[in-house]
């Protein structure tokens, strides 16, 4: 998921994605404009934190790349993608 979250914000920033490893991903983050709050060190969280606060965090990330992409690009309707991903995530 992570990987994909990465893929939209190169996308929004409009990058070239050179290397996709995770030992870029700062670096990468911190050319980057449109990213979420403390994007690097909440990625990091995600995978070294208790699972229940790592699936937690990386759902308001999620959120929060969906909005960044609905403000940046106002006709695009995500509302479908949204519920969808909703109806996936299990209850608990």
């Known amino acids: 998921m992570q ?4 893929g939209i914000l190169f996308g929004l ?16 983050l911190e050319a980057m ?3 979420p ?3 690097f060190n909440r990625f990091t969280s995600i995978l070294l934190n208790h699972p229940k606060e790592g699936v937690r965090e990386l759902e308001e990330m999620i959120q929060e790349v969906n909005e960044l992409v609905e403000t940046e690009y106002l006709l695009l309707d995500l509302s479908e993608v949204i519920d969808q991903s909703l109806f996936l995530r299990p209850k608990k």
Do not use: C, D, E, G
Not at 13 to 28: D, E, I, T
């Open 3 to 6: 990987t994909n979250l990465m």
């Open 13 to 28: 920033n409009r990058l070239y994605v050179h290397h996709p490893a995770f030992k870029w991903q700062k670096h990468s």
């Open 33 to 35: 404009k449109i990213v």
């Open 37 to 39: 709050r403390n994007t």
